[in-house]
């Protein structure tokens, strides 16, 4: 944990907060952090700052905060994934708060099994409190957006246009031999979404249907990748050609 994150409503009218859970035993325990020490901490979807340990003992920690007056910007990366099995997902929900992404859309495919639907690694509950772990290690408070869409094509062709504007629109396909360096201009302040099949990948018709709507195929090499590699090689190389 490299930053405590707070809940917007945990701060009182003087900015102090006051802490009696897994994160009070981590400044004790891992951080042993003693009064009048300082932590790195946030607001989520909120300014970062820095949290001043006005007094611990074995039950909380109380903090008195000074925050900036900025709020960092939302990722500018999202990921459409097929829904993968749920241990998988389970896996990979604090990687990708941590890799930084905006949206994470979830949808159906040919290849995708309907029953992992119906699992509780959808559960806002659940995944909230993965996604927060994330940012915590990455230091960062954004939260990323998670949707479930359960038609590919309804998505593809008549939802994204909507939420995503003008992305640039990246095909994760091990077939593909241009690269992500090629097809995004170093710099851009455009938004990316990258799209990643399910573990068999995706069908010739989906690939076809992603390409008519403005999907650029795009690889690294002829390797076949598991969801989890694929999604991290994936955002680590869009993150390094955005990166200014």
Known sequence: MNCVLLEPHELDDANRAVLADHRARHVREVLRSGSGQTLRV???????????????????????????????????????????????????WAPLASMGVGRIL????????????????????????????????ARDTRLPVVSVHKQLRVLVENELDFLLPDAVRLLADPGATARVRDVIEQGTEARVIVAVGPEGGWVADELAMLQRNRFTPVGMGPRILRTEAACIAMLSLIHDRLWI
Request: aromatic share 6%; proline share 6%.
């Open 42 to 92: 946030g607001v989520l979807d909120g300014p970062l700052g820095i949290g001043v340990i006005e007094s611990l003992d074995d039950r909380q920690v109380v903090l008195r905060c000074e925050l900036e007056d900025e709020t960092p910007s939302r990722p500018r990366v999202d990921i459409m994934l097929s829904m993968p099995r749920p241990k998988v997902l389970k896996r990979l």
């Open 106 to 137: 979830l949808t159906n495919a040919w290849k995708v099994e309907r029953n992992y639907f119906d699992t509780h690694v959808l559960r806002s509950d659940f995944y909230r409190a993965a996604l927060i772990e994330g940012l915590e290690q």
